[in-house]
């Protein structure tokens, strides 16, 4: 009967995957309490139906843009403040212990992150947002990414590098990617749909549809 309700719950979730049969009813208990308890906290926080893990906090979460059923997990930081608005799709799931930083220096307005449906990334994941960051929809994503979506400018050698300012391009993936764990993403690149991202690659170029990329920096291994 748990099994049952709890697989009607991620159905009307807009999860398709079947439950282990295998999995024991008292995990599925403890799941869905935890769960119960995160939407109750995302809905204090955000006063929408977001499932929020213990010591997470939401800057300014009225600019954010939350779909069905998103999750951040615990001891995440999410910063709202952004010049545009932050959208998490529906089913988007943000790993533990990650941190979403829009605005990192009072002189540059921060872009944000958009995140398509059903996509998610693993614990300990930095996004640099401020220079921008879009990820498309059905994206998954391991744990230890990422994300810097400025440059530092140097090329002035009578100022500090400090003082040169930044300059951003802005981070783009595209639809249904697999990207491993520990892969960097560095200002101005942009993967192509269908492709899959090597763990511990350093992405910084533009890569097109159906690619298999890997390595430091990255570059294409074959096509799909």
Request: proline share 2%.
């Amino acid at each position: 009967m748990i099994k049952n309700l709890f697989q009607k719950l991620l159905n009307k979730s807009g999860k398709s995957y079947v439950v282990d049969a295998r999995i024991p009813q008292k995990l599925i208990v403890a799941v869905l309490l935890k769960r119960s308890t995160m939407l109750i906290r995302g809905i204090l926080k955000t006063g929408k139906k977001v499932f929020i893990g213990s010591n997470t906090k939401i800057q300014n979460p009225q600019n954010i843009v939350f779909g069905k059923s998103v999750t951040i997990d615990e001891h995440c930081r999410i910063d709202g403040f952004s010049s545009e608005e932050i959208i998490l799709g529906d089913c988007v799931k943000i790993g533990a212990y990650s941190t979403l930083s829009s605005t990192s220096h009072m002189s540059k307005y921060g872009k944000g992150l958009k995140m398509g449906n059903n996509s998610a990334i693993g614990q300990f994941t930095e996004f640099g947002a401020a220079g921008g960051i879009e990820i498309g929809n059905d994206v998954i994503m391991g744990s230890y990414i990422s994300f810097h979506s400025e440059n530092h400018n140097y090329s002035d050698t009578s100022k500090l590098i400090r003082e040169q300012g930044v300059t951003s391009k802005g981070i783009k993936l595209g639809n249904n990617i697999w990207v491993g764990a520990k892969v960097t993403f560095l200002d101005g690149c942009v993967v192509g749909n269908n492709s899959v991202v090597a763990a511990g690659a350093v992405v910084n170029g533009i890569y097109p549809d159906n690619s298999i990329i890997g390595g430091v920096p990255a570059k294409v291994l074959k096509s799909i």
